[in-house]
């Protein structure tokens, strides 16, 4: 044994070899409600329980961490995550803070003066709907702001981009592409080649500087896990192997790949743990791309359909013989439908449960009927879904409503009704597209822009933690309960309360009789609880600074 050392709140122990002790905090277990202590061993929860208790374990272990009142819980889990993207958007061009066009083009202006020896120049975040102008930078504009130069500009919800004439003489025939319509933001087709010729300007030392920014941010957050969501048409191979190994070599959060194509090998051989993600069947919102049912209020048409209902029955089945997760980004309520009749035709032919074994998943799935919702939960589907999306677009004045009108856009992101229904949630953020916040996407749907579809604070909490470890076929992770992995989180906060939108609920649940764990209040306009560290699989891998 090692030598005992004791240390303060927010340092835990730094490697996985020793056991270590954290009392006189709160532990949010439900293997005991009222826990304030936990022993760490071997990289596992080993025991947690009350502070009395706490003395029988001081003198056999390696290290006792004072919690000080801190509170414990598990790693949050953010389900979606384009890493390299996120790490670009925190050390580079970031306009998503942008008041309007003019200062978006200033801001262009200054990152090109700073970047003299980048070959291209790479920016993310800008939302027209956002900006008194309400329109998108033109290409003139970019050309003059960047002096010429090759620049690849990102709509916030990354299915569109804006670009410099520079940079489209470095992709022959994209003009000639779907998607490509002279004066407008690029999608489709044109989109997908444009960002292929950005980021294959990268070099391998810019990418892992860009993904070691993104996984220091999400520790620094309490992120013990991410679900990198690569592709084909999204990054590189070359891109998502180097993250993998990157996350097996170097402390930090858990990452689990996500390769969209449709090729079942090339997934497995890439190290993915499904041929899955953002494998898409329509696009976004924003940039009118996602396949509806019926016609956009603010565009005359109903969006882009990438797949057909064939096509995802195909993958299905193909991924479920081949022990893989399928899955599929379907935003639009047309997408849904196709989705869901395209898993109903693989169960046919392979069987409900097999389907429902394999866990397969759905990424954003916002435009949901009572019968799609039914379906996810009859073939064991995982929604995959980004509460932050409602608090950046719904409402009565957001983008969802411009798109769509007040009374469709109501019906977005019902995650009270597909509670009640039985459908499992894995929340995440699709980092960059809105940022990594998980005590910030907890309140997003503990209080979503639609009353109705509400969800209480220990719901969501779970969606964010435990939900994120069911979408990879793991039930014994994502909570604090001996022999779980020793993923965990330690915050101040302030005091801790029960909050559902039922107040009978409330009301019953903070009852200690209830035995209900409590957990911060989230209440919008409050504090959100301040990481002190972030612990995964027994492993610091995040200490916030002193002072």
């Given at each position: 044994?090692?030598?005992?050392?004791?240390?303060?709140?927010?340092?835990?122990?730094?490697?996985?070899?020793?056991?270590?002790?954290?009392?006189?905090?709160?532990?949010?277990?439900?293997?005991?409600?009222?826990?304030?202590?936990?022993?760490?061993?071997?990289?596992?929860?080993?025991?947690?329980?009350?502070?009395?208790?706490?003395?029988?374990?001081?003198?056999?272990?390696?290290?006792?961490?004072?919690?000080?009142?801190?509170?414990?819980?598990?790693?949050?889990?953010?389900?979606?995550?384009?890493?390299?993207?996120?790490?670009?958007?925190?050390?580079?061009?970031?306009?998503?803070?942008?008041?309007?066009?003019?200062?978006?083009?200033?801001?262009?202006?200054?990152?090109?003066?700073?970047?003299?020896?980048d070959r291209v120049l790479l920016g993310h975040g800008w939302d027209a709907a956002r900006?008194?102008?309400?329109?998108?930078?033109?290409?003139?504009?970019?050309?003059?702001?960047?002096?010429?130069?090759?620049?690849?500009?990102?709509?916030?919800?990354?299915?569109?981009?804006?670009?410099?004439?520079?940079?489209?003489?470095?992709?022959?025939?994209?003009?000639?592409?779907?998607?490509?319509?002279?004066?407008?933001?690029?999608?489709?087709?044109?989109?997908?080649?444009?960002?292929?010729?950005?980021?294959?300007?990268?070099?391998?030392?810019?990418?892992?500087?860009?993904?070691?920014?993104?996984?220091?941010?999400?520790?620094?957050?309490?992120?013990?896990?991410?679900?990198?969501?690569?592709?084909?048409?999204?990054?590189?191979?070359?891109?998502?192997?180097?993250?993998?190994?990157?996350?097996?070599?170097?402390?930090?959060?858990?990452?689990?790949?996500?390769?969209?194509?449709?090729?079942?090998?090339?997934?497995?051989?890439?190290?993915?743990?499904?041929?899955?993600?953002?494998?898409?069947?329509?696009?976004?919102?924003?940039?009118?791309?996602?396949?509806?049912?019926?016609?956009?209020?603010?565009?005359?048409?109903?969006?882009?359909?990438?797949?057909?209902?064939?096509?995802?029955?195909?993958?299905?089945?193909?991924?479920?013989?081949?022990?893989?997760?399928?899955?599929?980004?379907?935003?639009?309520?047309?997408?849904?439908?196709?989705?869901?009749?395209?898993?109903?035709?693989?169960?046919?032919?392979?069987?409900?449960?097999?389907?429902?074994?394999?866990?397969?998943?759905?990424?954003?799935?916002?435009?949901?009927?009572?019968?799609?919702?039914?379906?996810?939960?009859?073939?064991?589907?995982?929604?995959?879904?980004?509460?932050?999306?409602?608090?950046?677009?719904?409402?009565?004045?957001?983008?969802?409503?411009?798109?769509?009108?007040?009374?469709?856009?109501?019906?977005?992101?019902?995650?009270?009704?597909?509670?009640?229904?039985?459908?499992?949630?894995?929340?995440?953020?699709?980092?960059?597209?809105?940022?990594?916040?998980?005590?910030?996407?907890?309140?997003?749907?503990?209080?979503?822009?639609?009353?109705?579809?509400?969800?209480?604070?220990?719901?969501?909490?779970?969606?964010?933690?435990?939900?994120?470890?069911?979408?990879?076929?793991?039930?014994?992770?994502?909570?604090?309960?001996?022999?779980?992995?020793?993923?965990?989180?330690?915050?101040?906060?302030?005091?801790?309360?029960?909050?559902?939108?039922?107040?009978?609920?409330?009301?019953?649940?903070?009852?200690?009789?209830?035995?209900?764990?409590?957990l911060p209040d989230l209440t919008p306009g409050q504090p959100l609880p301040e990481c002190?560290?972030?612990?995964?699989?027994?492993?610091?891998?995040?200490?916030?600074?002193?002072?």
């Amino acid at each position: 044994m090692t030598e005992r050392t004791t240390t303060p709140a927010g340092t835990p122990a730094a490697g996985t070899d020793r056991t270590v002790l954290l009392r006189r905090g709160e532990v949010h277990s439900p293997a005991d409600p009222f826990a304030t202590a936990m022993v760490v061993e071997r990289g596992e929860i080993a025991w947690v329980g009350s502070e009395g208790a706490a003395d029988a374990f001081a003198d056999g272990v390696d290290e006792v961490v004072d919690l000080d009142g801190a509170l414990v819980t598990p790693a949050f889990t953010d389900a979606h995550v384009h890493t390299t993207a996120t790490g670009l958007a925190l050390t580079g061009l970031d306009l998503s803070g942008a008041p309007t066009l003019g200062r978006a083009l200033e801001l262009v202006r200054e990152h090109a003066d700073r970047r003299p020896g980048d070959r291209v120049l790479l920016g993310h975040g800008w939302d027209a709907a956002r900006w008194p102008e309400r329109r998108a930078p033109r290409r003139d504009e970019l050309d003059a702001a960047t002096g010429g130069r090759p620049l690849y500009l990102t709509r916030v919800d990354v299915h569109s981009a804006v670009v410099t004439t520079a940079l489209l003489d470095l992709v022959p025939g994209v003009r000639d592409r779907t998607g490509f319509l002279d004066g407008e933001p690029l999608t489709g087709d044109a989109h997908h080649a444009v960002r292929a010729a950005a980021y294959a300007a990268l070099t391998p030392a810019q990418r892992t500087e860009a993904q070691r920014a993104a996984r220091h941010q999400a520790a620094s957050l309490g992120i013990g896990t991410l679900h990198e969501c690569g592709g084909p048409e999204i990054s590189s191979p070359e891109d998502f192997t180097g993250l993998l190994e990157l996350a097996a070599a170097e402390p930090g959060p858990r990452v689990f790949g996500y390769w969209a194509e449709q090729d079942v090998h090339k997934a497995r051989e890439l190290g993915a743990v499904g041929a899955a993600g953002d494998l898409f069947v329509d696009g976004s919102l924003g940039s009118h791309t996602a396949c509806l049912h019926a016609s956009y209020q603010d565009a005359p048409h109903t969006g882009v359909a990438h797949l057909t209902t064939a096509d995802v029955a195909a993958h299905v089945v193909a991924c479920t013989e081949a022990g893989l997760q399928a899955g599929f980004h379907a935003i639009g309520d047309a997408a849904v439908s196709s989705v869901v009749d395209g898993f109903r035709a693989a169960a046919e032919k392979l069987g409900t449960g097999r389907i429902r074994a394999a866990r397969h998943r759905v990424e954003h799935a916002e435009m949901v009927t009572p019968g799609t919702i039914a379906a996810f939960a009859e073939l064991g589907l995982t929604a995959s879904v980004q509460p932050a999306f409602d608090a950046a677009w719904g409402g009565e004045d957001g983008m969802y409503a411009d798109r769509l009108g007040a009374e469709r856009a109501r019906t977005l992101n019902p995650f009270a009704a597909m509670l009640r229904a039985g459908v499992a949630l894995a929340f995440g953020s699709d980092a960059p597209v809105t940022p990594l916040d998980p005590w910030g996407t907890v309140r997003a749907a503990a209080f979503h822009r639609t009353p109705e579809h509400r969800v209480s604070v220990r719901a969501a909490f779970t969606a964010h933690t435990r939900g994120g470890w069911r979408a990879v076929g793991r039930d014994d992770a994502g909570v604090l309960v001996p022999g779980a992995p020793a993923d965990y989180a330690v915050w101040r906060t302030g005091d801790l309360v029960v909050q559902a939108p039922d107040d009978r609920v409330a009301r019953w649940s903070t009852d200690p009789r209830s035995g209900t764990p409590g957990l911060p209040d989230l209440t919008p306009g409050q504090p959100l609880p301040e990481c002190l560290s972030t612990v995964v699989g027994g492993r610091t891998v995040y200490v916030r600074p002193q002072g």
